[in-house]
């Protein structure tokens, strides 16, 4: 009998041994390179997942601790990857409505201060944003996602775009 993971009762149990035995241990290893408890939580979860999916696909697999701990190096390096990529186009969509580094030294400082930005906007405008200039969604796109018209959405991205503009910390 297999469970809603597609995985049969031993490998169930090698799962429930594993995190048992490793939690700790990999929440540790993830908690030191990343900024909150909440997002080492949630990538250390990640792991563990690679090893359910792991277990089902391959039910005589033997996952060791090292194993688990190449697989958390490795999420948090994608998580890191990810967040750089999120960085970079919120610059480049900042330096499209004027608010770009002039000098390539304050590019670092410059993400930090489009990324607060962002995160200040109101949620809807938060999330418009992320799908048309992160996402690279069409509006058409942004529009079915926040269940609106399309010419809602370009309206709600001129007025993010707008209030990005005009946010002291990117001027």
Same mark, same amino acid.
């Given at each position: 009998?297999?469970?809603?993971?597609?995985?049969?009762?031993?490998?169930? &149990?090698?799962?429930?041994?594993?995190?048992?035995? #490793?939690w700790?241990?990999?929440? +540790?290893? !993830?908690?030191?390179? @990343?900024?909150?408890? =909440?997002?080492?939580?949630?990538?250390?979860?990640?792991?563990?997942? &690679?090893?359910a999916?792991?277990? *089902? /696909?391959?039910? *005589?697999?033997h996952? /060791?601790?090292?194993?688990?701990?190449?697989?958390?190096?490795?999420?948090?390096?994608?998580?890191?990857?990810?967040?750089?990529?999120?960085? #970079?186009r919120? !610059?480049?969509?900042?330096?499209? @409505? +004027?608010? +770009?580094p002039?000098?390539?030294?304050? /590019? +670092?400082?410059r993400?930090?201060?489009?990324?607060? =930005?962002?995160? /200040?906007?109101?949620?809807?405008?938060?999330? =418009?944003?992320?799908?048309?200039?992160? &996402?690279?969604l069409? !509006?058409?796109? @942004?529009?079915t =996602?926040?269940?609106?018209?399309?010419?809602?959405?370009?309206?709600?991205?001129?007025?993010?775009?707008?209030?990005?503009?005009?946010?002291r910390?990117?001027t």
């Amino acid at each position: 009998m297999t469970d809603h993971r597609g995985l049969d009762e031993a490998a169930t &149990a090698t799962l429930e041994e594993l995190f048992s035995a #490793n939690w700790r241990t990999v929440l +540790g290893l !993830v908690r030191r390179r @990343v900024t909150t408890t =909440a997002l080492a939580e949630d990538i250390s979860m990640t792991v563990f997942l &690679a090893a359910a999916q792991r277990l *089902a /696909s391959e039910p *005589a697999a033997h996952i /060791s601790p090292a194993w688990l701990a190449t697989v958390a190096r490795r999420r948090v390096v994608d998580h890191y990857r990810t967040s750089a990529r999120v960085e #970079n186009r919120l !610059v480049l969509m900042a330096a499209s @409505v +004027g608010a +770009g580094p002039e000098d390539p030294a304050e /590019s +670092g400082t410059r993400r930090c201060d489009v990324a607060h =930005a962002v995160r /200040s906007l109101p949620p809807r405008s938060r999330d =418009a944003v992320v799908l048309r200039y992160w &996402a690279d969604l069409e !509006v058409s796109r @942004v529009a079915t =996602a926040l269940g609106t018209t399309p010419k809602a959405a370009e309206t709600l991205l001129v007025r993010s775009r707008t209030a990005l503009a005009d946010d002291r910390a990117l001027t």
